[in-house]
Structures are given as C-alpha cells and as structure tokens.
C-alpha cells in the first residue's frame, strides 16, 4: 500500500494562467504537509542533424546561457504564485520526459491544464494527459477553467470516486492526509463524474483511483476525460500494483 505521507512536492509549470493556479495549490500543499516544493519547467533544444561541431559548440553555448535566463525567470515567476519557499528546476528534455524524470524523487506531482483540444492545446494540456499514462506518484491536475479558489477552499471537501474494478484504499488514504492539512473532509461517491458529486455533495476536489498499470479503457473512459473537462482540481492516485486495471 502506498504512503500517504508527502515529503516532496513537484509542480511543473509553463508559464500560463493554468500554471499559477496549479503553483498556488501546490505551494500551499508543501506547506500544509511539511513538504519541500519543487518548480519545474521544461525546454527541449533540438539541433539540427547537419550541424557542424562548430554550430553545436556555438548551440550549448546560448542553450546554457537560456538556462541561466530561464531559471531566474522561473524564480520570479514562483515568487509571485507562491510565498512557499521552491527549488527551481529547468530541463532541456521534452516536457513529458522532464516531468517523468523528476518524478521519481518526488512523492506528489501537481500540474495544470487548459482542457483544450487539438491544435489550440498548449504543451500542458497534451502533457499532463501523457504524464497520466506513467506516473507512478500521484498527479494533481488543476484545470485553468472556473474561479481561482484559495487553497483552503479548493481542498475544503474531498470526493472519492469509486470506479466498478477499482479498488480506492490508497486514494482514500491520500485524500485523508491532503484534507487534515487544510481542515477539510473526505467523503466517498459512486459516480464516474465528479461534476456530478460536485452538484450533488458540495465536493470542491475529486480524488480518482488510478490502476496500475493503466489500460487503455480506463484512459479513455476516465482518466483523460477528467484531465481535459473537470473543471475541479482532480487527484489522481495509484494503486498497488497488479491490482485492478480496468
């Protein structure tokens, strides 16, 4: 059975609306839970295959001089979303790869998304959906759609989501140890839909049973319609491996 205890915190962020609330939620997660906080933001830097040695050398040469620009940047950028003292963290790997990478020291990952489709996505709503698929810590996805609520009102009262096939010990576990952090309740549902627990019980977060590992039905049935259309924060938690998988 997972751990409910969280010494660190991920968040990662690029730049946008959906980033700062993500930012906020998650610092204040950190400091609730006696976790240290990371921020991260990922620039992959591609050169072309015909380069010469000379044109590569050049390339690294401004890549780390970005980095010494995007770091500060990230720094000022935190500072203004979170008062939650952060490590700032850039990586030249893909975004999905950057944020997978640093999820294996961390005990929680938080990341926002825009919900939106097709070509109009921005990098975060296509990654959080592909960080779904191969997290093995659990994932706070926090939608840029609706109202900014503060953190004590975002997490004022959990919805567990039972899902038929899947067990929620450890999402309960989870969402227990989230909510005592910020005076709020847990309550358990039935429905696939938390905007539905949402209408129903007042629930300000849902916290989903995540299998391990996870089948393509249940990321199509469940898991990316939540990333992409709840407009609560949705947390998504793994159970033990081998068990359920629908």
């Keep these: 059975?997972?751990?409910?205890?969280?010494?660190?915190?991920?968040?990662?962020?690029?730049?946008?609306?959906?980033?700062?609330?993500?930012?906020?939620?998650?610092?204040a997660l950190a400091r609730a839970l006696g976790a240290s906080l990371r921020v991260l933001h990922a620039e992959a830097l591609d050169a072309p295959p015909y380069f010469t040695r000379a044109q590569?050398?050049?390339?690294e040469r401004d890549a780390q001089e970005n980095r010494a620009r995007a770091r500060e940047y990230l720094r000022e950028y935190a500072g203004r979303?979170?008062?939650t003292p952060f490590e700032p963290l850039v990586d030249t790997r893909y975004p999905t790869d950057a944020v997978l990478h640093a999820s294996a020291d961390a005990d929680l990952v938080v990341?926002?998304?825009?919900?939106?489709?097709?070509?109009?996505r921005w990098w975060l709503g296509s990654v959080a959906e592909r960080v779904l698929r191969e997290c093995r810590v659990p994932l706070l996805v926090v939608h840029a759609a609706g109202p900014a609520l503060a953190p004590a009102s975002a997490f004022a009262s959990a919805i567990v989501v039972a899902q038929e096939g899947t067990i929620a010990d450890d999402a309960r576990q989870f969402a227990e140890r989230?909510?005592?952090?910020?005076?709020?309740?847990?309550?358990?549902?039935?429905?696939t839909d938390p905007s539905d627990a949402r209408r129903r019980a007042g629930?300000?977060?849902?916290?989903?049973?995540?299998?391990?590992?996870?089948?393509s039905h249940w990321l199509s049935r469940v898991g990316e319609p939540l990333v992409t259309g709840c407009a609560m924060p949705v947390l998504f938690v793994p159970e033990a491996e081998?068990?359920?998988?629908?």
């Design 242 to 246: 081998g068990g359920p998988t629908t």
């Design 81 to 83: 979303h979170t008062d």
């Design 56 to 59: 590569m050398e050049a390339l």
């Design 111 to 120: 990341m926002g998304t825009h919900g939106r489709r097709g070509a109009s």
């Design 203 to 215: 629930a300000t977060w849902a916290v989903v049973p995540m299998p391990t590992p996870r089948s």
């Design 1 to 27: 059975m997972m751990s409910p205890d969280v010494k660190t915190v991920l968040v990662a962020v690029d730049f946008g609306e959906a980033s700062a609330r993500a930012l906020t939620l998650g610092g």
């Design 178 to 191: 989230v909510a005592r952090g910020f005076g709020g309740h847990v309550i358990e549902g039935t429905t």
